[in-house]
Every structure is written in structure tokens, then in C-alpha cells.
């Protein structure tokens, strides 16, 4: 069975600080590996994907995150975060099988 | 970009009440899917379906019903709701089997009083 745990329900940071949303995931095989964003009021959009290759994969509005096989992480960074970034992150794994597994679910707060 | 409209965006019945939640997907999407939301649990796959005529059982499927009666549409039914199936749906659609980027719907808000 897949899983995915996001450990950290809630994260606030400041505007212009960095950023790094914490992901561990469990899969036997080779995992496929997402991160999507929800905004207020919204349905998830999909931020960035990892396949495979160079573990360090970019993604929409300065978002990149990065795969470790050997801790079973695909944690999102992002260098310098804005109010804009506010909204729920969702970690997801899939190991090709047509079923996605979300982790809980990350609240980033961006104070001003 | 594909587009996911579901229908109603808020639903309010009674415990035992007959609900349906719509979806409709254009760019021809094979695969659909619905989802519940619940704070601590992130989202939950009911059920999808891989085109029309056909129906798989996702991880939470007690209590719901679905059907996918063309390539656009995919409906879930809830024919005996109760106060636990209150929460945010999302129905989402792909285009391939490796599920390479799901496109999502804005959510139905159901409460069960």
C-alpha cells in the first residue's frame, strides 16, 4: 500500500523568507510524485511532478522540490515566498496504478 | 486548458436525503474521479471511472453510488445521506492512464443536518 504523511498541518513564514513544506512518502516500487496547491475557494492545481532523472524538479511560480529515494521524501522549497503563495499544499504519490494518494495536507500562511 | 464544472457548488440536506452531485469535463478526458475532502484526511478517492458505461471502487466508497453516463459526465449519488458524508467534493479529470496531472472541479460544499 501507498502512503503519503505531510507533517506539518499548519507553516507560517514570513514574506520574502524561504520555504520548505515537508513530504515522506511510502511506496515499494518507483514512486510518481506531485505536489498540487489549493487556493481559497478552489479546486487543486498541480504545482510540480517527479518521474524520474535529476531529483531536483522545478515547477510553477519559482516552486521546486526535491526526491530522495534514500529518505522516502519529496519536500517543496520555494527561495523567497510571497502573500499570493497562502493556501493549501498537498503532497500526492502514485505508483502508476490510476490511484492517487494525498497526503493530509500542508496550511502555508504568508504574513505580510 | 480542459475544464471541470460541477454542480450544485452547495448542497444542504437531511439525513436520509437523496443527493446527486454533477460533473461534466470537456477535452474528452477518459478518466474521471471524486474526491472528498475532510480536514486531517487531505483528499479521498470514492470513486472513477476509466470512460463511460464504466465505474471503479476507490478507498472510501461506503455509502455512495456513481455513475458515468457519457464521456463528459460523471455523477455521484448519495441515496441515504447521513451527517458523516458532510463535507467538500471535488471531481477531477485526466487524460492518462499514469495519472499525469489531474484537473479539478471548484468543489461541491454538502452538508447532512
Known amino acids: 500500500a501507498q502512503s503519503v504523511t505531510q507533517p506539518d498541518a499548519r507553516v507560517t513564514v514570513s514574506e520574502g523568507a524561504s520555504l520548505q513544506l515537508r513530504c515522506k512518502y511510502s511506496?515499494?516500487?518507483?514512486?510518481?510524485l506531485f505536489w498540487y496547491v489549493q487556493y481559497p475557494r478552489q479546486g487543486l492545481q498541480l504545482l510540480l511532478k517527479?518521474?524520474?532523472?535529476?531529483?531536483v524538479v522545478q515547477g510553477v511560480n519559482g516552486f521546486e522540490a526535491e526526491f530522495s529515494k534514500s529518505n522516502s521524501s519529496f519536500h517543496l522549497r520555494k527561495a523567497s515566498v510571497h502573500w499570493s503563495d497562502s493556501a493549501v499544499y498537498f503532497c500526492?504519490?502514485?505508483?502508476?496504478?490510476?490511484?492517487?494518494?494525498f497526503g493530509q495536507g500542508t496550511v502555508l500562511s504568508v504574513i505580510p | 486548458e480542459a475544464a471541470v464544472t460541477q454542480s450544485p457548488r452547495n448542497k444542504v440536506t437531511v439525513t436520509g436525503g437523496n443527493v446527486t452531485l454533477s460533473c461534466r469535463q470537456t477535452?474528452?478526458?477518459?478518466?474521471m474521479y471524486w474526491y472528498r475532502q475532510d480536514t486531517g484526511h487531505g483528499l479521498r478517492l470514492i470513486h472513477y471511472?476509466?470512460?463511460?458505461?464504466?465505474?471503479q471502487i476507490g478507498d472510501v466508497p461506503d455509502g455512495y453510488k456513481a455513475t458515468r453516463t457519457t464521456q463528459e459526465d460523471f455523477f455521484l449519488l448519495l441515496e441515504l445521506a447521513s451527517p458523516s458524508q458532510t463535507s467538500l467534493y471535488f471531481c477531477?479529470?485526466?487524460?492518462?492512464?499514469?495519472?499525469?496531472?489531474?484537473?479539478f472541479g471548484h468543489g461541491t460544499k454538502l452538508s447532512v443536518l
Open positions: 477531477a479529470s485526466s487524460d492518462k492512464i499514469s495519472n499525469e496531472r489531474l484537473f
Open positions: 471511472s476509466y470512460g463511460a458505461g464504466n465505474l
Open positions: 517527479y518521474y524520474s532523472g535529476d531529483p
Open positions: 511506496y515499494s516500487g518507483t514512486p510518481y
Open positions: 500526492v504519490v502514485t505508483g502508476g496504478n490510476n490511484k492517487l494518494t
Open positions: 477535452n474528452s478526458h477518459n478518466y
